[in-house]
C-alpha cells in the first residue's frame, strides 16, 4: 500500500483553468525536485561555503550526532504472518531435538467434476470409476534440503467438524488409518515437480458424489528436511498444487485438471485463502513477552513506533538515521538457517489505533531500505539504516505515524527467527535511534 497524497482531484474548470492548474502543478513539481537536488548536493558535499555558494551555508557547518535513547516510544511482536493466501510457499519440514519442528500443508479440492464428456461426443456421463490418479506438487528448489531418504505422505483430512482450521483438529486427522498415499525420494532426486499417486477409489468417490477431497501433507525422514511446497497463493498463482485423473480407464480420454478450491468457509475471500494453507503441528520455540520477534514459524514480525522531536525530524538535513538493536539468541533454531530481516514503513495514520491494521498498512515499495541478514543464534548490537525513511517523513501526509515494521524475508516459509530486546528491557539494551544532521542554517540569500 502507497501512501495517500492528502489531496483529491477535481473536476476541470471552464476554459483553460485545468490546463493552467496542471501546469502550476508541473512547476511545482519541479521546484519541489530542485529543492531536494540542492539539499542532496548540500548533503554531498558538506564543508559548504566556495563549493556551492548559492545553495549551501556560507560557512562550513559540522555535522552532529545525537543518540536518541527514547525514540522508539513503543514495540511489540504480532504473530500470524503471513495470511492464508499470501504466501508463494507452505512450509512442509520435520526436524528433532532442541530444533524441534513439524510443519505440514493442506490442500482443498472442494469442487470435483461429477459428469466428463466422452472423446466421441454426446452428452455428458457420470463419473463412476477413475483412472491414473495423481496429486501434482511443484517446489522451490531453493528451499529443498534433506540428506536422508525423505518420504512425502498425504492423508484425508476433510471432516464435518465447523473448526476445520483448528491446528489441534487437523493435526489429529494425520492418522495411519487415513493415509492415502506415500512417496519416497533419496538425496539429490527430487527436482521442482513430483507426482504423488492417489487411491483411484477414493478419487471416484468423491468426484461422482457430493463429497470434497480435502488432503493433508507431511514429510518424514530420519535426519532434518525442508521443502517449499508452492502454493494457489490465494487463487493468483497458477503453480499449486493440481488433482488430475482420467474419467475412465479408455487411454483416449484426457485428463481432467483440477484446481484447488475452498467451499467454506462461506465468505469468498476468506475461503480463497484456504485453497492451500500452512499447518503447523508442532513446534520447540515458545513466545518470549520481553523480546521482539522476526520469523519463525509461524511466524512474527515487529512493530516500532518513533517519537523523534520535531527541531530534529523537520528542522535539520538529516545525514545518517540508524536503528540500533541489541540482538539476543534465539535458542532451538537452525544455525544455518540464516533470516534476511527487512523493514517496511507503516503509512497508517495516528487514527488507526489497533497496532496489528497499522503494520498490516506498509509501502514495501516506498523507500530504498537497508535489510540486514542475521544467524539466529548470535548476539550483540546490530544497525539497520532508515535514513530514507526518516528523511521521508516530513513529505508524508500530516498525521502519519512515524513507525516501521520488521519481518523476515521468507516470512512463513523458513523456521529460522530472530530475536532483540525491546523497550522493556534494560537501558543499554533497549532499541534506540542514532542521528547524523545539519543543523539549520540562513543561507544569506538577498
Same mark, same amino acid.
Given at each position: ?33 530542485? $529543492? ?25 557547518? *559540522? ?11 513503543? /514495540? ?21 531435538? +532442541? ?24 452428452? @455428458? ?5 477413475? /483412472? ?8 522451490? $528448489?531453493?528451499?529443498?534440503?534433506? &540428506? ?35 512417496? &519416497? ?5 527430487? %527436482? /521442482? ?37 508452492? @502454493? ?7 503453480? %499449486? ?20 478450491? @475452498?467451499?467454506?468457509?462461506?465468505? *469468498? ?25 522476526? %520469523? ?18 523537520? @528542522? $535539520?538535513?538529516?545525514? !545518517? ?27 497508517? $495514520?495516528? !487514527?488507526? &489505533? ?13 523507500? +530504498?531500505? /537497508? ?76
Amino acid at each position: 500500500m502507497t501512501p495517500q497524497s492528502g489531496f483529491s482531484p477535481h473536476p476541470a474548470a471552464p476554459g483553460r483553468r485545468a490546463p493552467r492548474r496542471a501546469a502550476r502543478a508541473r512547476l511545482t513539481l519541479l521546484g519541489a525536485v530542485a $529543492t531536494l537536488a540542492a539539499a542532496a548536493a548540500c548533503t554531498e558535499q558538506l564543508e559548504g561555503g566556495a563549493t556551492c555558494p548559492a545553495l549551501c551555508p556560507t560557512e562550513n557547518t *559540522p555535522v552532529r550526532d545525537t543518540v536518541l535513547e527514547a525514540a522508539v516510544a513503543f /514495540d511489540t511482536t504480532l504473530a500470524g504472518y503471513p495470511g492464508n493466501g499470501v504466501s508463494r510457499a507452505l512450509l512442509l519440514a520435520v526436524r528433532g531435538g +532442541a530444533d524441534s519442528l513439524d510443519a505440514r500443508a493442506v490442500v482443498r479440492f472442494d469442487a470435483l467434476p461429477a459428469r466428463y464428456f466422452p472423446p466421441t461426443g454426446g452428452d @455428458s456421463l457420470p463419473i463412476t470409476r477413475v /483412472d491414473s490418479s495423481y496429486l501434482r506438487l511443484r517446489f522451490d $528448489t531453493a528451499g529443498t534440503r534433506f &540428506t536422508r531418504p525423505l518420504t512425502i505422505e498425504a492423508y484425508d483430512v476433510d471432516t464435518a467438524a465447523a473448526a476445520d482450521t483448528v491446528n489441534a483438529a487437523l493435526v489429529a486427522l494425520f492418522r495411519p488409518e487415513r493415509r492415502l498415499a506415500a512417496v &519416497t525420494v533419496q538425496p539429490g532426486q527430487l %527436482g /521442482d515437480s513430483l507426482r504423488l499417486p492417489l487411491p483411484n477409489a477414493v478419487v471416484a468417490e468423491r468426484a461422482g458424489g457430493t463429497r470434497r477431497l480435502r488432503v493433508g501433507l507431511r514429510v518424514r525422514s530420519d535426519a532434518a528436511a525442508s521443502l517449499r511446497l508452492l @502454493s494457489a497463493q490465494g487463487g493468483v498463482g497458477d503453480l %499449486g498444487a493440481r488433482l488430475s485423473f482420467d474419467p475412465a480407464s479408455d487411454t483416449l480420454y484426457r485428463p481432467l485438471v483440477v484446481l484447488p478450491r @475452498s467451499s467454506t468457509p462461506s465468505e *469468498p475471500a476468506i475461503a480463497a485463502g484456504l485453497q492451500d494453507f500452512q499447518l503447523v503441528a508442532f513446534t520447540a520455540r515458545a513466545a518470549d513477552g520481553g523480546a521482539l520477534v522476526v %520469523g519463525g514459524l509461524p511466524a512474527r514480525r515487529t512493530f516500532l513506533r518513533f517519537v523523534v522531536p520535531a527541531a530534529l525530524a523537520d @528542522s $535539520t538535513t538529516i545525514v !545518517r538515521a540508524v536503528l540500533e538493536l541489541v540482538q539476543r539468541p534465539a535458542r532451538g533454531v537452525d544455525a544455518r538457517d540464516s533470516v534476511l530481516v527487512r523493514p517496511a514503513p507503516v503509512v497508517a $495514520t495516528e !487514527r488507526v &489505533t489497533d497496532v496489528r491494521r497499522a503494520a498490516d498498512l506498509v509501502a514495501t515499495g516506498l523507500l +530504498a531500505l /537497508d535489510s540486514l541478514r542475521l544467524a539466529p543464534g548470535d548476539s550483540g548490537r546490530r544497525t539497520l539504516s532508515l535514513v530514507s525513511l526518516v528523511r521521508a517523513w516530513r513529505a508524508f501526509p500530516v498525521g502519519t505515524q512515524r513507525a516501521v515494521v520488521l519481518r523476515a524475508a521468507l516470512e512463513g516459509v523458513q523456521g529460522g527467527e530472530v530475536r532483540f530486546f525491546s523497550v522493556e528491557a534494560p537501558p543499554g539494551l533497549r532499541p534506540r535511534l542514532r542521528l547524523s544532521y545539519i543543523p539549520a542554517s540562513n543561507f544569506g540569500l538577498p
